[in-house]
């Protein structure tokens, strides 16, 4: 895809609806000898998603690499198969057919995605990216520490995850990771139970915790090994007192 056709698109983009899909036919004048075959324009995709198509000569011999690229519409036109915009990669095989897994996001929205080889690409065209948004650690209903109220999760890359008591309080907040993972630290929140919503745009997380006194300290010496040492102690200092009254007795 040149530089001039993705500038086309994020311009047509912005004057028509949300609704929009360029059909794939427009944005493979590159393509030759690579076709794709899902998925289809206009998609819904998310980390994850296969993309599958037919590689032959000239675009690739059976063996060579083969890249899946994806940037958000919204981003600053660049280069189509930049390096650092390379979300997945396989090999094409003896039959050249080709199976690619999305492995890493883009944030959520209009998306532009390309299979790349080192002499062609070709898209499907708009895709629409929905990350899910999910809570990961600690599962619902667990146990968490005033002083380590810590959760984590996975949402839309560069967005921000805002946490809230059942009084709507915040308590807490995070900017998703580029790997599409967020933590967060829960705050002023008090021993009992605690309902939270984690809310990252239009999307919600309801879960409940129990929130317990403060993460007991790792003792110094293991009570077992100290109790010993004491009584050892204690029978040693008995045998010294011994020793000396029998001393001072015989003399």
């Not at 930049?82 to 050249?96: W, Y």
């Not at 317990?212 to 029978?235: K, M, R, W, Y």
Request: net charge negative; aromatic share 4%; with cysteine.
């Amino acid at each position: 895809m040149s530089r001039a056709l993705r500038i086309s698109l994020v311009a047509a983009a912005v004057a028509v609806t949300a609704a929009l899909a360029v059909p794939s036919a427009a944005l493979a004048a590159n393509g030759d000898g690579l076709t794709l075959t899902s998925p289809t324009p206009g998609a819904t995709i998310a980390p994850g998603q296969v993309f599958t198509g037919k590689a032959v000569p000239p675009a690739a011999q059976p063996g060579d690499e083969i890249r899946l690229h994806a940037y958000p519409l919204s981003s600053p036109p660049g280069e189509t198969c930049a390096p650092e915009s390379v979300v997945g990669s396989s090999r094409v095989g003896a039959d050249g057919s080709f199976a690619i897994t999305m492995e890493k996001s883009v944030r959520d929205g209009f998306t532009i995605a390309t299979v790349c080889t080192d002499a062609a690409n070709v898209s499907p065209g708009l895709l629409t990216v929905d990350n899910p948004f999910t809570l990961t650690a600690p599962a619902d209903g667990n146990t968490l520490h005033v002083d380590d109220a810590t959760v984590s999760g996975v949402g839309s890359p560069g967005s921000t995850v805002i946490a809230v008591d059942g009084d709507g309080k915040p308590i807490g907040s995070a900017v998703v990771a580029d790997d599409g993972t967020w933590t967060l630290t829960l705050t002023d929140v008090v021993q009992g139970p605690l309902n939270v919503t984690f809310t990252q745009g239009a999307k919600t997380i309801d879960a409940d915790f129990v929130i317990a006194a403060e993460t007991e300290s790792t003792p110094l010496v293991d009570p077992a090994i100290a109790g010993g040492a004491l009584a050892l102690a204690v029978a040693a200092a008995g045998a010294v007192f011994l020793r000396r009254r029998s001393l001072s007795t015989s003399v």
